[in-house]
């Protein structure tokens, strides 16, 4: 079995997955619908365009840094200044890291793998106001989806993991196999993206705990609110 792992880190990054009118919330981790959608946009599939084998792809993300929900509110007027949109509001996970992982068939993955280093479309973390921090791909391995964000080194920053123990608890979300016990059903399993008739349907998820070391950083010196220190090094 391969699955590629996937690092999503940057200043803000937003995930919803049943925002509706004035109010666009974010979840907790990245929604397999976002993900997918990122994936998409590597390849330089179009909204319009069936997803086809992207559809298959287990998929699993390991909370490194969960960040801090952050409330922002837009509103807007008319260009002679009569009329004034409603207020939005807008949430998103500051400071935020995570550790995404699909898994399927090799040859796929190595290509999606290719796609996100030469992406088609812009990638962004959720919305196209939030982009990534460094690269995302973090190479196709030939192992199991668990045992991969288990055994990954943890992908927190450096000011981050200075403050936490020598041994950390991280929470993994991933997709509920037939015969498992299902924690939670979440609204974002894509079916389409296409802006005339987007569909998802719901997933089954399981959520669980790994312990994971945390190798503190040797530099004392890095800057906490450096915006590189979300790479881990």
Same mark, same amino acid.
């Given at each position: 079995m391969?699955v ?6 940057g200043?803000?990054? /937003?995930?919803?997955?049943?925002? %509706?009118?004035? $109010?666009?919330?974010?979840? &907790? ?13 590597a ?10 084998? @992207? ?28 009329? /004034? ?7 998103y ?6 550790? #995404?992982?699909?898994?399927? *068939?090799?040859e ?8 996100l280093? %030469? ?7 959720? $919305? ?7 690269? +995302? /791909? @973090?190479?196709?391995?030939? =192992? ?9 080194p ?7 993991? %200075? ?6 608890? @991280? *929470?993994? +979300?991933?997709?509920? %196999?037939?015969? =498992? ?7 974002? *399993?894509?079916? /389409? ?7 998802h349907?719901?997933?089954?998820? @399981?959520?669980?705990? &790994?312990? &994971?070391?945390? *190798?503190?950083?040797?530099? #004392? ?13």
């Amino acid at each position: 079995m391969s699955v590629l792992l996937l690092r999503l880190a940057g200043p803000l990054q /937003s995930w919803g997955s049943s925002s %509706r009118f004035a $109010r666009r919330g974010t979840e &907790v981790a990245p929604t397999k619908s976002g993900v997918i959608g990122l994936l998409a946009a590597a390849k330089g599939v179009r909204r319009t365009e069936p997803l086809t084998d @992207l559809l298959g792809l287990e998929f699993g993300v390991r909370l490194d840094q969960p960040g801090q929900i952050l409330r922002d509110f837009q509103t807007a007027r008319s260009l002679d200044g009569r009329l /004034s949109a409603p207020l939005t509001y807008r949430f998103y996970l500051s400071d935020a890291a995570f550790l #995404a992982a699909v898994s399927g *068939e090799s040859e796929l993955l190595h290509g999606l793998a290719e796609a996100l280093s %030469r992406p088609q479309f812009p990638l962004y973390l959720g $919305r196209r106001s939030c982009p990534p921090v460094g690269p +995302i /791909s @973090l190479g196709v391995h030939e =192992e199991t989806l668990d045992s991969a964000l288990a055994s990954w080194p943890w992908l927190a920053a450096d000011w981050y993991r %200075r403050k936490a123990a020598p041994t950390v608890r @991280l *929470e993994i +979300i991933r997709d509920a %196999r037939p015969g =498992e016990p299902v924690t939670d059903t979440v609204p974002d *399993e894509p079916v /389409s993206f296409d802006p005339a008739h987007r569909q998802h349907t719901w997933r089954s998820v @399981l959520r669980r705990h &790994v312990d &994971v070391t945390n *190798e503190r950083a040797d530099r #004392a010196d890095v800057a906490d609110h450096d915006p590189l220190s979300l790479l881990g090094g």
